[in-house]
């Protein structure tokens, strides 16, 4: 039990405060330590979560073929019978196109069920029959043929044989109801196959197709004639001189289409534009951070200055110890050069010329303003009609890829940046969470883990000065009030 002083009428609280001030400096610079470090990985969330960000959201998308496409594709003639899209090979060769016929599905379609049926007539009451009904889809010819079966009782609706049919993937069919026609109707996903055959009881017993086989219009592949060669693709959909055509009807009397290719660089355009505002608008992080004021003399405050304080002076005074933690940080100083060195020497050789960011109209400022990028759009768009295939290089790399273009290179180095952080703050690699466990075997985290074990084992060490001091003056109070006792009984004697 702890004496307060009666005895000797000293404040003993107040003696004992004042003599573990100075004891507790060492674990006050430790518990100053701690926060400096936990600031300095809240700081790395942060920029993981921005870098993380424009690596999988922008990069990613950025690198996609489609993204830096550089021709456009246009029908003159029979615009009603293809439609199509010009892909990152086009050869800007001219197509005449004639549709013979288009590719079509192996179709099955039942008569009519009679007046009164509907989605929700059961099986039952179309065949008196007990079942089960069988239904079967089978493909190929001999050896390489192979067979897909459903089931279905007498209490299944129409709709449940939809829902199960529609709901096999591997079955690859289509089926569906005909309101109006009072049919079922069953088709093949794929076309141009003529080795489709629907067969089972379903079909003979319950909707009354006699001969399933003779009932099935067996699909068939397209005929087109491109510039005079003859192509037969089983699907509507092929593609010649780098142009996705989509064959829509038969040209008949109407004539043949005709394709036009051209450098177009609208679509490219607009992602180097975005690739440039988004990078700008990263390093301009990264350059806050590494080159952020440091101000020595703020170190986080203690619990006892907290006291002593207003909310806003702790708040002004937190913001200030806070700023400059990752000032001139080797990983974001790294990071950020290895960035701009990409940019600066990335290049496309073409004959006797180099085709590089500075070429085609892309900049950087002045010297103050840290690598920032600047956009010619007028030079962009000639050089892409002059040189598109190694302006898409350039950016994409190459289309065998033999060589990477800028956004696969940023791509890469950043995941190196990444990793680096990984293992020096613990972040995640992939995820923008700022929220997200970090991981406590990194060099902070260790760092962190030793300083906690440090504070520990000093805050019970403390905590045993603290009674020591405490026993002490209790037996100072104990004698104190032994003697004042004695000397009352010995004036009781001299009275």
């Given at each position: 039990?702890?004496?307060s002083g009666l005895s000797s009428g000293m404040d003993i609280d107040t003696l004992v405060t004042q003599l573990m001030t100075?004891?507790?400096?060492?674990?006050?610079?430790?518990?100053?330590?701690?926060?400096?470090?936990?600031?300095?990985?809240?700081?790395?969330?942060?920029?993981?979560?921005?870098?993380?960000d424009f690596r999988q959201n922008k990069l990613d998308k950025y690198k996609k073929t489609s993204e830096m496409n550089v021709?456009?594709?246009?029908?003159?003639?029979?615009?009603?019978?293809?439609?199509?899209?010009?892909?990152?090979?086009?050869?800007?060769?001219?197509?005449?196109?004639?549709?013979?016929?288009?590719?079509?599905?192996?179709?099955?379609?039942?008569?009519?069920?009679?007046?009164?049926?509907?989605?929700?007539?059961?099986?039952?009451?179309?065949?008196?029959?007990?079942?089960?009904?069988?239904?079967?889809?089978?493909?190929?010819?001999?050896?390489?043929?192979?067979?897909?079966?459903?089931?279905?009782?007498?209490?299944?609706?129409?709709?449940?044989?939809?829902?199960?049919?529609?709901?096999?993937?591997?079955?690859?069919?289509?089926?569906?109801?005909?309101?109006?026609?009072?049919?079922?109707?069953?088709?093949?996903?794929?076309?141009?196959?003529?080795?489709?055959?629907?067969?089972?009881?379903?079909?003979?017993?319950?909707?009354?197709?006699?001969?399933?086989?003779?009932?099935?219009?067996?699909?068939?592949?397209?005929?087109?004639?491109?510039?005079?060669?003859?192509?037969?693709?089983?699907?509507?959909?092929?593609?010649?001189?780098?142009?996705?055509?989509?064959?829509?009807?038969?040209?008949?009397?109407?004539?043949?289409?005709?394709?036009?290719?051209?450098?177009?660089?609208?679509?490219?355009?607009?992602?180097?534009?975005?690739?440039?505002?988004?990078?700008?608008?990263?390093?301009?992080?990264?350059?806050?951070?590494?080159?952020?004021?440091?101000?020595?003399?703020?170190?986080?405050?203690?619990?006892?200055?907290?006291?002593?304080?207003?909310?806003?002076?702790?708040?002004?005074?937190?913001?200030?110890?806070?700023?400059?933690?990752?000032?001139?940080?080797?990983?974001?100083?790294?990071?950020?050069?290895?960035?701009?060195?990409?940019?600066?020497?990335?290049?496309?050789?073409?004959?006797?010329?180099?085709?590089?960011?500075?070429?085609?109209?892309?900049?950087?400022?002045?010297?103050?303003?840290?690598?920032?990028?600047?956009?010619?759009?007028?030079?962009?768009?000639?050089?892409?009609?002059?040189?598109?295939?190694?302006?898409?290089?350039?950016?994409?790399?190459?289309?065998?890829?033999?060589?990477?273009?800028?956004?696969?290179?940023?791509?890469?180095?950043?995941?190196?940046?990444?990793?680096?952080?990984?293992?020096?703050?613990?972040?995640?690699?992939?995820?923008?969470?700022?929220?997200?466990?970090?991981?406590?075997?990194?060099?902070?985290?260790?760092?962190?883990?030793?300083?906690?074990?440090?504070?520990?084992?000093?805050?019970?060490?403390?905590?045993?000065?603290?009674?020591?001091?405490?026993?002490?003056?209790?037996?100072?109070?104990?004698?104190?009030?032994?003697?004042?006792?004695?000397?009352?009984?010995?004036?009781?004697?001299?009275?």
């Amino acid at each position: 039990m702890r004496v307060s002083g009666l005895s000797s009428g000293m404040d003993i609280d107040t003696l004992v405060t004042q003599l573990m001030t100075a004891k507790r400096a060492p674990l006050d610079k430790l518990n100053q330590n701690k926060q400096i470090l936990e600031w300095r990985r809240d700081s790395y969330r942060t920029i993981n979560s921005a870098l993380v960000d424009f690596r999988q959201n922008k990069l990613d998308k950025y690198k996609k073929t489609s993204e830096m496409n550089v021709y456009s594709a246009e029908v003159s003639g029979n615009k009603d019978a293809i439609s199509v899209k010009a892909t990152t090979s086009a050869n800007q060769v001219s197509m005449k196109v004639e549709v013979g016929s288009l590719a079509t599905q192996s179709t099955l379609e039942t008569a009519s069920l009679g007046e009164g049926t509907t989605m929700y007539t059961k099986l039952g009451s179309l065949n008196s029959g007990a079942g089960p009904f069988e239904f079967s889809v089978s493909r190929g010819d001999g050896s390489s043929s192979y067979t897909q079966s459903f089931k279905f009782s007498k209490d299944d609706t129409i709709k449940d044989v939809l829902t199960k049919i529609n709901g096999d993937y591997s079955a690859g069919l289509s089926a569906t109801f005909d309101e109006a026609g009072k049919k079922f109707v069953v088709k093949s996903k794929e076309y141009g196959n003529d080795t489709v055959k629907f067969a089972g009881s379903l079909l003979t017993d319950v909707f009354g197709t006699t001969d399933p086989e003779k009932a099935t219009q067996d699909g068939q592949p397209a005929l087109v004639t491109i510039n005079g060669t003859k192509y037969t693709p089983s699907s509507n959909q092929l593609t010649v001189n780098g142009v996705q055509i989509t064959l829509l009807q038969e040209t008949k009397d109407a004539g043949p289409a005709t394709i036009t290719t051209k450098p177009d660089g609208k679509k490219a355009l607009e992602t180097v534009k975005a690739f440039i505002s988004d990078y700008n608008a990263l390093i301009s992080t990264l350059n806050s951070k590494v080159s952020e004021q440091k101000y020595r003399s703020y170190a986080p405050l203690t619990s006892e200055q907290k006291k002593e304080m207003t909310e806003d002076d702790i708040k002004n005074w937190e913001s200030r110890a806070k700023s400059g933690l990752l000032r001139n940080d080797e990983i974001l100083v790294e990071g950020l050069s290895n960035m701009r060195t990409l940019l600066s020497s990335s290049s496309v050789k073409f004959g006797d010329k180099t085709i590089g960011l500075a070429s085609i109209g892309i900049t950087t400022g002045t010297y103050t303003e840290n690598g920032k990028l600047y956009l010619d759009e007028d030079k962009l768009m000639n050089a892409i009609e002059e040189n598109p295939e190694q302006v898409m290089e350039l950016f994409i790399g190459s289309s065998d890829g033999a060589s990477k273009g800028i956004f696969d290179k940023m791509y890469d180095n950043l995941n190196v940046t990444l990793s680096r952080m990984a293992d020096k703050a613990g972040t995640a690699k992939y995820s923008t969470d700022i929220t997200i466990s970090l991981n406590e075997q990194s060099t902070l985290g260790k760092e962190l883990t030793d300083l906690n074990d440090r504070i520990s084992t000093l805050t019970k060490r403390l905590t045993q000065i603290e009674n020591n001091y405490y026993t002490q003056f209790t037996a100072m109070e104990t004698a104190i009030n032994k003697l004042n006792s004695q000397s009352a009984s010995l004036s009781s004697f001299t009275g």
